[in-house]
């Protein structure tokens, strides 16, 4: 099968991240599934009103999955952050997707798919990742340096996520997404 990730950004860290899924497109081209999947990311600013769909084409037996992400949203997010909110936005619509089109696939099929895809996104910090481990460190009221240590990040991302939790909502730009934004091929 043929699983396919492209994109349509700029200013965050989403085209690195998307860089993150080629093995994954590599396994699955070693998977059987009667059709191929084609995510685009478009990471757009709200105000073009640019909405999430998805449209399966029986010609070419394909899935196309055009998802819709705010621009100002990711921009104030760390890139760890990013990695596991687009991996649950990911594997949610993945999986609502998949079901949606049972007749092109049977239940056993397309459970046995999404176990595939959601074992590696566990395995590569897209589902339940550093950021999740280190919210659920910082509730049970371990100290910033000892969840830092821990999970093996720096210890401004640990305050970052802290902050977080504290209902802080950043106004800035994360820096990740500015040494994102000049890091070729995405230049500013």
Same mark, same amino acid.
């Given at each position: 099968?043929?699983?396919?990730?492209?994109?349509? !950004?700029?200013?965050?860290?989403?085209?690195?991240?998307?860089?993150?899924?080629?093995?994954?497109?590599?396994?699955? *081209?070693? #998977? +059987?599934?009667?059709?191929?999947?084609?995510? &685009?990311?478009?990471?757009?600013?709200?105000? @073009?009103?640019?909405? !999430?769909?998805?449209?399966?084409?029986?010609?070419?037996?394909?899935?196309?999955?055009? &998802?819709? &992400? $705010?621009?100002?949203? @990711?921009?104030?997010?760390?890139?760890?952050?990013?990695?596991?909110?687009?991996?649950? =936005?990911? =594997?949610? @619509?993945?999986?609502?997707?998949? %079901?949606? =089109? *049972?007749?092109? %696939?049977?239940?056993? !099929?397309?459970?046995?798919?999404?176990?595939?895809? *959601?074992?590696?996104?566990?395995?590569?910090? #897209?589902?339940?990742?550093?950021?999740?481990?280190?919210?659920?460190?910082?509730?049970?009221?371990?100290?910033?340096?000892?969840?830092?240590?821990?999970? +093996?990040?720096?210890?401004?991302?640990?305050? @970052? &996520?802290?902050?977080? $939790?504290?209902?802080?909502?950043? !106004?800035?730009?994360?820096?990740?997404?500015?040494?994102?934004? *000049?890091?070729?091929?995405?230049?500013?």
């Amino acid at each position: 099968m043929k699983l396919s990730f492209t994109l349509d !950004t700029y200013g965050t860290c989403v085209g690195q991240l998307r860089d993150e899924l080629l093995p994954l497109e590599d396994l699955a *081209k070693t #998977w +059987q599934f009667p059709y191929d999947i084609h995510f &685009i990311w478009r990471v757009l600013p709200e105000s @073009y009103g640019r909405k !999430t769909f998805r449209r399966f084409d029986s010609r070419d037996h394909a899935l196309d999955l055009d &998802i819709s &992400i $705010m621009y100002e949203q @990711y921009q104030r997010m760390s890139k760890n952050e990013q990695r596991e909110a687009l991996g649950i =936005y990911l =594997y949610q @619509y993945l999986s609502e997707s998949v %079901a949606t =089109y *049972k007749k092109h %696939a049977d239940k056993e !099929t397309q459970d046995q798919f999404l176990a595939r895809v *959601k074992s590696w996104m566990i395995e590569n910090n #897209w589902l339940d990742g550093k950021i999740n481990k280190a919210r659920e460190l910082l509730a049970q009221n371990l100290g910033l340096y000892e969840v830092s240590q821990q999970l +093996q990040m720096p210890l401004e991302e640990i305050e @970052y &996520i802290f902050l977080r $939790m504290s209902d802080y909502e950043p !106004t800035d730009v994360h820096p990740d997404n500015i040494v994102a934004g *000049k890091a070729p091929p995405y230049p500013l």
